[in-house]
């Protein structure tokens, strides 16, 4: 919302600035194309003070500057209109008693675009907008003062009103459809923020239900069988290890990983917990310690951004996990590959199989441990089975 104000700010001393130097600057050439090259020189001094404070006015927010800008051009409209009737006379070297060609056009211009460029500025807030007021009626009765006589002053009233009033629109519209814009920008990002949040939720609430499912669930099952084919101590490190990860999800959830945790003792007698990642060897242990013979081909070492890793060996090993419970043998076979923009792994046994398709959408561990974890990182996953043909699954992350 600040930084909206800001450039509303900032495009209305622009615009502001940009009318002000513009109409400056062609009422001086007014005069000089009437043949009023004299008159111009004369009041060239007052012009370019009218440019300064027309620039200072939109290069500050002072009011101090639009006031000087007014109020500088209302000195040069009566200067203009003096020296033209001969007040300066002694100055251009012949008096003369009517309007010189250029000066009634010189003297609209300011009075109807010059001057009202600070209209632009005084529109924002109700003080403002009373000197706004303020200048406009001293702009009419000058102008009235300085051509009284002449044959002009309806058209250069004429002129004048429209300038004010439409420069003071052009203010109040631009300052009025940006605080619109601002309004709607801070509600869009509010959303955004609540949408960001709602969606870190749900990913942390994902996560935690995959890691559950993936280490706790799959030891309950264990226990439930009377760790059938595992040993106690096998057992005793996997109840460790998801005991370890019980303890971050509830610590920090945003930073869950299916690596281990080693204490070492320093030189000085404290002890130190060191975090070591998940890798091939990781999965390769786990399942050995589980009773899951697992022949295991082609890289050892993959090179991937910590998320995809995690990911990739979270999904192989709940491939295998999916092996050791549901396929009736405890034989796998992973081939792991990579190349310059993939990393996959087939993962195959000769078990029961099954039929994908038949497989319950609320099931979390292909749909969710495999399938959605992959995707999460711009990952698929394939699966290839039939009843009594054993599975393979193909598994596949982006470098």
Known sequence: MERILKQRDRLLALSARLIGLTSTAVALVLLVAGGALPLALVCLPLLALLGFTQYRMGASK??????????????????????SIGAFAFLLGTPAPTLQPGVAE????????????AAILLTIGLGRMIVLLGAFAATMITVVAVLADDASL????????????????????????????ARRVSSIGRAHRSERQASETEAQRRQGARLLHDTVLATLTLLAHSGVGVSREALRRQAGDDARLLRQLRLSPTALT?????????????????????SIETVRKRFARLGLDVSWHGAVELELPPARLEAFLMAVSECLENVRRHSGVNEAHVTITDDEA????LVT???????????????????????????????????????????????????
């Open 62 to 83: 002072d009011l101090g500057w639009p006031l000087a800008s007014i109020l500088t051009g209302l000195v040069t409209i009566v200067a203009v209109r003096l020296s």
């Open 106 to 117: 010189a003297i609209r211009v300011l009075a109807a675009c010059s001057l009202p460029a």
């Open 349 to 399: 046994d000769n078990g029961v199989g099954f039929v994908p398709a038949d497989v319950p959408q609320g099931k979390l561990g292909y749909r969710e441990s495999i399938v959605g974890r992959l995707e999460e990182v711009g990952g698929t996953a394939r699966v290839f089975s039939a009843e009594g043909s054993g599975t393979t699954v193909v598994l596949e992350v982006p470098r």
């Open 154 to 181: 309806g058209i250069v009233l004429l002129s004048t009103l429209c300038g004010w009033c439409g420069l003071a629109v052009v203010g109040s519209v631009l300052s009025a459809g940006l605080l619109r814009a």
């Open 342 to 345: 993939t990393v996959r792994a």
């Open 258 to 278: 299916m690596g281990t945790e080693t204490t070492e003792r320093t030189a000085t007698g404290s002890t130190t917990v060191k975090k070591q990642g998940g």
